[in-house]
């Protein structure tokens, strides 16, 4: 069973900058596409972001692109989003996610991961 874990949520002012970082375990971490979805209160989770098991190519919300940046360490089994120039609409539930599937297609529906993490809170105030 594949147990992810994500960290580096917070309280940012708008325009700040936030690393999130998810670590995996129990499973073969360098064979999953990973992705960052987020959900904001009242809302859909959306996805933000994904990356193929090789790190390329990767995928990204229009609403994010420029913005942020994934990119994963197969060695360490973690996967990372760099989010700069925040705003407060990016404020949200940051969850990871793992998909067995390795043949790459974007963007993945929520439905069409197999592991999720618990999330983790980014608060962008303005």
């Known amino acids: 069973q594949v147990q992810l874990a994500e960290s580096g949520g917070g309280l940012v002012q708008a325009g700040g900058s936030l690393r999130l970082s998810c670590a995996a375990s129990?499973?073969?971490?360098?064979?999953?596409?990973m992705g960052w979805f987020r959900q904001a209160p009242g809302k859909e989770r959306e996805a933000v972001a994904a990356?193929?098991?090789?790190?390329?190519?990767?995928y990204y919300g229009d609403s994010v692109k420029g913005r942020f940046t994934i990119s994963r360490d197969n060695a360490k089994n973690t996967v990372y989003l760099q989010m700069n120039s925040l705003k407060p609409e990016d404020t949200a539930v940051y969850y990871c996610a793992a998909d067995r599937n390795r043949a790459w297609s974007a963007p993945r529906g929520a439905n069409e991961y197999d592991y999720w993490g618990q999330g983790t809170q980014v608060t962008v105030s303005s």
């Open positions: 990356i193929s098991w090789s790190g390329v190519p990767t």
């Open positions: 129990g499973g073969t971490f360098s064979r999953y596409v």
